[in-house]
């Protein structure tokens, strides 16, 4: 795993959208995996600007979210597919048809699972997955006890899960407390993955999910499963890690053998 440290938030948000932007020029016909929560929030801004800006194209890039509440339709504003519209979909240039959500108010929510996998294979899988963690260290809905193995279904959310984003739902509103989720073996599945969290707290969850046991306890150590995954967190969200002495070491030396390749590749 990759455990990269930064100072702030911002540059968490900053560290992300080059690396959104490094996939989607290397590969203009990405497939993308995204993620809700505040966390990625800034992201998404600056995915945007680049947009604006005729830096990066979604022309020809395909995503698909991580997960849903069941019950909510997308035109729900508690629904995580009126997130995406609000947050980056109605302001980038990617095409309606290939952006996908799981369906929150379908007939057959099984059977919609279903059909989501197939449509990931059907898209040759995903290229660069977005996850954020809940504080209990679950992965998109994945919640604590999840199967490595697990694909998309339906999920019961936590009570911790259900209370910490309760700030989301009005007083009078009914908060879902099941979910159509990517599985595990869903998200293990993408060619890269980049997970993003800042603040105190996630940094247990962070802790556990970098040095803990790989365990059904705690989702996000199925990251350790990997091969490409990057961890990436503010200083706050680091505060429970007992190496950070050595991550940083080693993103240091990881910078300057970059460097030193691209001065070897201009000498050849
Ligand atoms: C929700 C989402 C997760 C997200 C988590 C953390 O439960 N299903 O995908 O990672 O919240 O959200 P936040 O970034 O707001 O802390």
Do not use: W
């Amino acid at each position: 795993m990759r455990v990269v440290i930064l100072e702030s938030a911002e540059q968490v948000a900053e560290f992300g959208a080059t690396f959104f932007v490094n996939q989607i020029v290397n590969k203009s016909n990405s497939v993308l995996g995204l993620a809700t929560g505040s966390t990625p929030v800034s992201l998404y801004e600056k995915l945007i600007e680049k947009n604006n800006s005729g830096a990066i194209s979604f022309k020809d890039v395909t995503t698909f979210n991580l997960d849903e509440y069941y019950g909510l339709s997308g035109d729900h504003p508690q629904s995580y597919r009126f997130f995406m519209q609000q947050k980056l979909f109605d302001h980038i240039d990617v095409a309606p048809e290939s952006t996908h959500v799981p369906s929150g108010d379908c007939a057959d929510p099984h059977q919609a699972c279903k059909e989501y996998e197939q449509e990931i294979q059907r898209y040759g899988g995903i290229d660069l997955q977005l996850l954020g963690i809940g504080r209990n260290g679950h992965i998109g809905f994945n919640e604590p006890s999840s199967s490595i193995g697990s694909r998309t279904r339906v999920k019961s959310l936590t009570y911790e899960t259900v209370r910490d984003n309760a700030r989301f739902f009005g007083e009078n509103e009914t908060q879902p407390t099941l979910s159509l989720t990517m599985g595990i073996g869903t998200i293990l599945e993408a060619r890269k993955i980049l997970l993003m969290a800042t603040g105190e707290s996630k940094a247990d969850a962070i802790a556990y999910a970098v040095e803990g046991a790989i365990s059904a306890s705690c989702p996000a150590s199925s990251l350790q499963l990997h091969p490409d995954t990057t961890i990436v967190v503010d200083k706050a969200a680091s505060t429970e890690l007992s190496d950070v002495e050595f991550y940083l070491d080693v993103e240091e030396k990881r910078l300057a053998l970059e460097q030193q390749l691209i001065v070897n590749s201009a000498a050849a």
